[in-house]
Every structure is written in C-alpha cells, then in structure tokens.
C-alpha cells in the first residue's frame, strides 16, 4: 500500500504556537515531534520510506528532504498555492496514476492528529487494504466512537455490520455529514448512532479519479492534465493553480454512495490538536 501524508494545514486554531511558516505539522509539539514526524515514525516503519508519498505547500519541500533524506524526492509533491484537500487528494491521485499504480490500495492521513494506538491503527489499516483491494468496497474509512460532541468534524451514521476481516469488524454507513451544527452533534453523540470521521481512510487512485469525474468534473480535468505533466517530468504549478478551493468531504465524501464505502470500528486514541 502507498501512503500519503497530507501537510498542507495552515493550523490557523493553534496560532500563535503555529505560523504560516511554520504550521502545526511541523511543529514540536509533543515529545520533542511533530505529527509529520510521529506519522512518518509509524507508516514509514511499516510499509517502507518508498511508499511515503507528502503533499505540503512548495515552500516546505526542501525542508522535507533535509528533515526526512530517506523520501523518495518524485513522492513529495509541493502546492504553489493552497487549494485545500479536494485537490490535495486529487493531487497525490495524479502521481500514482502516473507511475501506473491506479489500482495500488492508497492510504490518505491528514497529519493534523496526535495518533494515541499506532500498533492498532497499523492493524485496522490492514484489514482495510484487504477490503479495498479483493473489491470488496472502494473506499474505508477508519471511524472511532466519538469521545465528545464534536462539532467540527464529519459524522458518519452506523449502518449495519456486513463483514469482519482479522478481527476488525467494518459497517455499511447510512449518511456522512461534515460539520453538523452542535445541536445535531449533541444529539448524535447522545444517541450513539454514529462514528467520527476520522483522519485516515484506504483507497485507489482509480477510484478518486472516477468519483471526481462523476461529480467535479474540472478537479477531474485538471487532475488528468496533471497526469501528463507527471509522466514527463514537467512542472505542474500553473496547472495546480487552475484548480479552485475545494473541500474534500464536501467534493468527494458526501458523494458516496452506501454500496461504495464502509468504515472500520476501532478506537486508536486520536486526538486532533486543533479542535
């Protein structure tokens, strides 16, 4: 499995303590590491410095190289301008599309959380490779029961069981919802009928470039220029620039449809720093 980091945060809710030069992922914030530093620490052990792939603002990725030697330098892929997830996603889709890994399962991780279980993150993301690439399901999320009423986060309503794979049971999802006004988090978490959404999710690049074309169209045209570009070793900045703010659970997540996707059920004691 390919694994890409996301690093491309302002972490405006942590300011002062983080910048725009030097945002939270970058931070050392716990332990003497940052979260970039503690992911890198925990997939890199796991699936090899070679499957790391990084999106982060163009300006970081020489620190990148000199912070973590060991990437890939085709796999660190820098945004001259912030677009926000959507063509983040988009972005890191392109690059294994056009090394000719589109069907490669590809974990997506938003370096923004403290991760409190590795070893039981590690395990769940495993059983989730296995559903995406036997063709069970598409896309996995990796859900947690919510610890608080959490208003600033997706919202995913529990379905019903449909499989276990190594002891890790994943459900059907009824609805996803990002950011539901506090009311309705107060009474989701009350009831105990949905899960968080949370940071890491398992899928191909295949199919983040067929959902964008169903329903972003531009983000898919843009994406497949980029393909080109990639493929001959060209400079992608005004191409990335064409693509306009885009929010990943509102372009792609709220798209899917419930035969598409499922989530895990774990608790990997996640934090996220800025809520």
């Known amino acids: 499995m390919k694994v890409v ?12 303590m983080s910048t725009e030069k030097s945002p939270k992922q970058f931070a050392r914030i716990y332990n003497g590491k940052s979260t970039l530093d503690m992911c890198l620490d925990l997939f890199a052990g796991e699936y090899g410095w070679e499957n790391m792939l990084i999106i982060l603002p163009k300006h970081f990725v020489d620190l990148s190289f000199k912070e973590y030697p060991l990437l890939n330098k085709k796999n660190v892929l820098g945004e001259s301008v912030r677009r926000d997830l959507g063509p983040a996603v988009a972005l890191s889709a392109a690059r294994l599309i056009a090394d000719g890994l589109a069907d490669e399962p590809m974990g997506l ?9 590795g070893s039981e993150l590690i395990r769940v993301l495993k059983s989730a490779e296995k559903i995406v690439r036997q063709g069970v399901r598409p896309f996995v999320y990796i859900g947690e029961e919510p610890r608080f009423a959490n208003q600033n986060v997706g919202w995913m309503e529990k379905g019903t069981e449909f499989v276990s794979v190594d002891d890790v049971d994943f459900l059907n999802i009824k609805s996803f919802k990002y950011r539901p006004d506090q009311e309705t988090a107060d009474k989701w978490f009350k009831a105990k009928t949905h899960l968080f959404h949370s940071a890491f999710h398992v899928t191909t690049a295949a199919f983040i470039a067929k959902k964008y074309k169903e329903f972003s169209p531009l983000i898919y045209e ?16 005004a191409t990335f620039e064409k693509f306009e703010m885009a929010n990943f659970d509102n372009t792609f997540l709220e798209h899917l449809t419930e035969d598409e996707c499922c989530t895990a059920t774990c608790d990997i004691g996640s934090i996220a720093i800025g809520t």
């Open 222 to 237: 843009i994406m497949m220029e980029i393909v080109e570009l990639l493929k001959d070793g060209k400079d992608i900045d």
């Open 5 to 16: 980091l996301y690093a491309g945060g302002f972490g405006q809710r942590l300011w002062p």
């Open 109 to 117: 991780m938003w370096t923004d959380d403290l991760i409190g279980n």
